[in-house]
């Protein structure tokens, strides 16, 4: 697809005291989650400059929700990437605005063709060169070195990848000049009230376990089996130090049905366990996770939900990188120490995730949370 390259419309232009800046990051879900990090030291460097920060973020249909209620995003805009008129109306809405910076974090090529036509020499990451190829620019290249666009190949990306010890909020902090920051996701409070009553009458502490991975990153997912070892020994263990149960609070996504009926099946009569379905609305989940006391989880949505609503979090990673993830000091990252640990291979071995690995993880987050 191409896109002629308007010339900037500075009729609206803003004054010297505005900082507009466009943010163009529409998928994964998790991803555009996690990347809300960058907002606290982007309204902190336009503070410090005497200017006011501005955002407007460009996202995937269906993301829109992990947005809208944060206190510095000030607008977000959808685009469809397949649909022309979804794309020319996009872009005649930004060129509307001349952008003091615009951040492009995805590689796909119509997003890489937005950024360039409206972008010219205000932006960082990816966009489209003089050739029509997809390039990114030298600021962020910690980042993209790392992915399928990077200079260096897939092989070298690859390595780059399995030796990088630094989180994502970390790298993407560094590459565009602001100090680290936390995501953040706000809730509406209907969800929050809808979360509460449905949980209000379980016992105590609520654990999530969030252990799928949806259809496409099955080495995500932790083994049937391995989940009901890790809940009945969370179990009785608790039962013997605490003399109470614990609830856990089986989570999972509209691609996990079947998986999620089987687990419910197997973990009923041995722990006690509530369902929380498989269809909820995207911030009804993300309420549900609010109201836990922890969250066992896999590299997902779930988690990066649970570190932006700052709940306790034992996560554990196979395929993908643990080091990319920042818990924040609230929780533990159990990484697998198999040879293809962050391989992103579909079959990566889980086998190093051991039950007595989870269960000691998830004890230590609830008999000594953070203050």
């Known amino acids: ?35 809300t990090s960058i907002l606290p030291g982007l309204a902190a460097r336009a503070s410090a400059e005497g200017r006011e920060l501005r955002v407007t973020w460009l996202t995937a249909k269906g993301a829109e929700e992990l947005l809208l209620g944060h206190e510095l995003v000030d607008e977000v805009l959808t685009v469809e990437l397949g649909a022309p008129d979804s794309m020319a109306s996009t872009l005649q809405r930004l060129h509307s605005t001349r952008w003091s910076r615009v951040l492009s974090f995805d ?31 030298e600021d962020v290249a910690p980042w993209f070195d790392m992915g399928l666009i990077s200079v260096f190949g897939k092989d070298e990306a690859d390595r780059l990848k399995v030796t990088n010890q630094r989180s994502h909020p970390e790298i993407f902090a560094d590459m565009i000049g602001v100090e680290p920051g936390e995501p953040g996701l706000e809730l509406p409070s209907s969800a929050l009230i809808r ?50 149960r614990p609830t856990f609070v089986l989570l999972g996504g509209p691609e996990e049905v079947e998986r999620h009926g089987s687990l419910l099946a197997s973990l009923e009569g041995c722990v006690s366990v509530f369902d929380a379905k498989t269809n909820n609305g995207l911030l009804d989940f993300a309420a549900l996770i609010d109201g836990l006391d922890l969250l066992v989880t896999s590299d997902s949505l779930a988690m990066h939900m649970a570190i932006a609503r700052r709940r306790q979090v034992v996560a554990f990673f196979a395929p993908t990188s643990a080091a990319e993830i920042d818990l924040f ?17 579909r079959d990566a071995d889980r086998s190093t995730l051991t039950t007595e690995r989870l269960v000691t993880a998830a004890l230590g987050c609830l008999e000594d949370p953070p203050s």
């Open 329 to 345: 000091g609230r929780g533990v990252k159990v990484r697998s120490t198999a040879p293809d640990y962050c391989s992103y291979k």
């Open 195 to 244: 979360a509460k009553s449905i949980v209000s009458g379980l016992s105590g502490p609520l654990i999530g376990l969030n252990t799928g991975a949806g259809g496409r990153w099955t080495a995500k997912s932790l083994p049937e089996e391995r989940v009901v070892d890790v809940a009945r020994e969370i179990d009785a263990h608790w039962q013997r130090t605490h003399g109470a």
């Open 107 to 137: 590689d796909e090529a119509p997003l890489c063709a937005i950024a360039t036509a409206v972008g010219r020499d205000r932006v960082s990451g990816a966009y489209l060169d003089g050739a029509g190829k997809l390039a990114y620019t």
């Open 1 to 35: 697809m191409s896109l002629v390259m308007l010339p900037l419309d500075t009729s609206n232009g803003h004054s010297d005291t505005l900082y507009p800046v466009l943010i163009l990051k529409t998928a994964a879900l998790g991803d555009v989650l996690r990347t």
